[in-house]
């Protein structure tokens, strides 16, 4: 008679108890892994960004313009599946607060617009840690810009120079993108979607700011004339900045006058006393006309070039008449730097790069953002000049103090407290980010922090 097999006792034991609670640790660990493995991928501090992301983003696309575009689309599809890198927990803390037209800033470094031209993530940017986003520039009409190539790298030096031309997908497009930005917060915030719950969002009834949506973050826009409006119609100039505002004015928190690229032609000579007193006015009457409880501020970007002492007394000038609430210091630059800096080993390829057209930026500007900086924080403290009883020009103090940003060259956090020493409120970004990474403005604040520690 046949016998059925009993297996041993030991095989029970492993096949009921033992087998089960391994593949409940293996599981259990597997789950860890992941969970520790998003945690240190989406987190700015995380060293893979800067010293993997970025290397491999160029690998992959040589050209600077395309590493660029296909950066925004990574950005933006891992924001959409909450992949994306994030600050993580209150890393600002009290010490690096600044208030900047009535609002306490978290901290005062910001992004500079070129990075976001068309408003495609400014959500995605905020999560980075900057408590300024500043998108565009933004035309009345899409433009596609000078012709390509138009961006190029100088790795030895940090540095790039583009010739964009101020290329746009135009103020319509913009402006959709930033009315469904706070369409979404509505929603998620179950206000639902109509238009009295952007009512309450865009009037600061969702306690946030209309712009940024975030607390403690605004948002700034910086707008353009088109390139084929005629260079001497201050008229028509001044409309396409005005009809900006009207599109753009209400998602904003500070509306930008973009006056200084290198790359528009004719461009930089709207910085003369007149034209630029004209366009300004006409855009400070246009953003007090904003359909919300609370108007954007509005700032004038500036040229590095424009750095004689006649120029800036112009400058200031025009911002004193036309009521603009600050300046931003400064932009690309036309000049070039020494063919091989100090310090830097310059391949021939990048000294051949150095001759092409186009508006430089790199860590060699700082010092030169650093004296704008001074200079005009001294000239706009002085007031805006009148004419006492004899005639002599003397200044009035109780003007309003205008607030400075500055951008240019800055790339770690001693240079922004020097910036910031120097009479500025804010430190924006650019190139830095282009070469350290996401968290470039995580790193910049911690380096600030420990600064101040040491004092």
Known sequence: MATSFQPPVQQLLYAQHILPEMNRLVGAGA???????????????????????????????????????????????????????????????????????????????????????????????????????EVGGVTPLPQEGNPQPRVFRLPSQNALINRYGLNSEGVEHVAMQLRQRVRQFAYDNGLGLTPESERIVLDGEAQVPPGSLVPGKLLAVQIAKNKLTPDNDIKAIANDYVTCVNHLAKYADILVVNVSSPNTPGLRDLQATGPLTAILSAVVEAAQSTERKTKPAVMVKVSPDEDSDAQIEGICSAVWSSGVDGIIVGNTTKKRPDPIPKGYVMPSREEKILSEMGGY????????????????RTKLDQGPPSSSGDGTATHKSTEKEKVLFATGGITNGEQCLQILNAGASVCQVYTAMMYGGVGTVTRIKQEMRDAMQKK
């Open 31 to 133: 789950l860890l892994g992941t969970a520790a493995g998003y945690a240190y991928i989406t987190d700015t501090r995380a060293s893979i960004h800067q010293y993997f992301s970025v290397p491999a983003l160029r690998l992959l696309h040589q050209d600077p313009e395309e590493a660029h575009h296909a950066g925004i689309r990574y950005i933006k599809g891992l924001y959409n599946f909450n992949l994306h890198p994030r600050e993580r927990g209150n890393v600002d803390g009290d010490s690096l607060k600044v208030e900047v037209f009535g609002h306490v800033l978290d901290n005062p470094v910001g992004t500079s617009a070129g990075i976001d031209k068309n408003a495609e993530i400014p959500s995605p940017l905020f999560a980075l840690g900057p408590a300024i986003v």
């Open 361 to 376: 930026s790199g860590p060699q500007m700082f010092g030169r953002t650093l004296d704008l900086v001074k200079r005009y």
